[in-house]
């Protein structure tokens, strides 16, 4: 078993561990020296490393490490941005000697995915209306095997195994819970929305089967899952034989999920159960995300600062 876990580490503690990596790249500081910029992981987190000055023989190594290997690190635990950030005095890649456990590096979903599939596609196949029991099911068919591991983000929220899977099969609960509560809105309608909405992370993302986003693709950068999942959806709408009014509605479900232009979106939510949508991702990736910050906070503490949920600490009660 792994000895340090990223929640536990210590400012001002000096460790020697293996972590994942998430990210890297060579940058340049104010200095103008180079330096090794690196998020790296384990199963209880993440966290940003530097390594700083490399000389002219370390950077001719550097060319051997990747996204999704596992290193080990002697390195100074110290706070940036009022979170950690390891200084990396030594690096190397992990061997067969050294016996690592994969469940150690690689977050996942805490359910099976297999589970979570069967649960989703049972949801779909139990929409009344033809159309979207169509298309949500086969979405679901066409692309369970990458379902089965993909995240859902290369970072922040649900970016981890079968993350997608995580996702969608919370918002599918919630939203069923939506429509009892208001009973304006469409339950096909939304449950259809909340499995298209995403689905197209599967194309904007390129990621292993550890669920580990090595890079955003050609398209995903030029496009975006928002614009591409629109595209896919006039593809599969003309296919199945939707009307163009059922067709326009699932594709504005797809582009302003986001709500905000400057989170992508091109319209704000322009029917109820667009607007559902919106507040139904919005609400499992807030929660995620406490969820996540509190795993490493005792109770009666607070975490690290959370950049993601404007910098704010999230409290931990004590029962």
Not at 59 to 78: E, Q, T
Not at 145 to 165: F, I, T, V
Request: charged fraction near 30%.
């Amino acid at each position: 078993m792994k000895e340090h876990y990223i929640n536990q580490l210590k400012t001002g503690e000096e460790i020697i561990d293996f972590f994942l990596i998430k990210e890297i790249a060579v940058k340049t500081g104010s200095n103008k020296k180079q330096y090794l910029d690196l998020r790296l992981a384990d199963c209880s987190g993440e966290l940003f490393a530097k390594k700083w000055d490399i000389s002219d023989e370390e950077m001719k190594g550097l060319s051997k490490y990747h996204v999704g290997d596992i290193i080990k690190v002697k390195a100074l635990v110290n706070e940036w941005n009022n979170a950690h950030q390891l200084k990396i005095s030594k690096i190397r890649h992990s061997g067969p000697e050294d016996s690592l456990d994969n469940n150690d590096y690689y977050k996942a979903a805490p359910e099976d995915p297999n589970e979570m599939y069967a649960f989703i596609l049972a949801r779909a196949e139990k929409i009344v209306d033809k159309d979207f029991n169509a298309v949500s099911v086969k979405l679901l068919r066409d692309n369970m095997d990458k379902l089965l591991y993909y995240p859902a983000a290369s970072r922040n929220h649900h970016a981890e195994y079968a993350g997608l899977l995580w996702h969608m099969k919370r918002m599918l609960m919630m939203a069923d819970r939506y429509c009892e509560v208001y009973t304006i809105l469409d339950s096909d309608l939304l449950a259809c929305g909340v499995i298209i909405h995403d689905i197209e992370k599967l194309r904007e993302m390129n990621a292993d089967e550890n669920g580990v986003v090595s890079e955003y693709s050609f398209e995903g950068i030029l496009l975006g899952h928002l614009v591409q999942g629109a595209a896919a959806m006039r593809g599969i709408a003309a296919e199945l034989g939707l009307s163009e009014e059922k067709t326009i509605m699932l594709e504005h479900m797809v582009i302003s999920h986001h709500y905000e232009p400057e989170f992508g979106s091109p319209r704000r939510p322009m029917f109820p159960e667009a607007e559902a949508l919106h507040y139904l991702d919005m609400v499992d990736t807030k929660m995620f995300i406490m969820e996540d910050a509190l795993a490493g906070a005792a109770p009666g503490g607070f975490s690290d600062r959370i950049r993601t949920i404007d910098g704010r600490q999230i409290y931990k009660r004590t029962w």
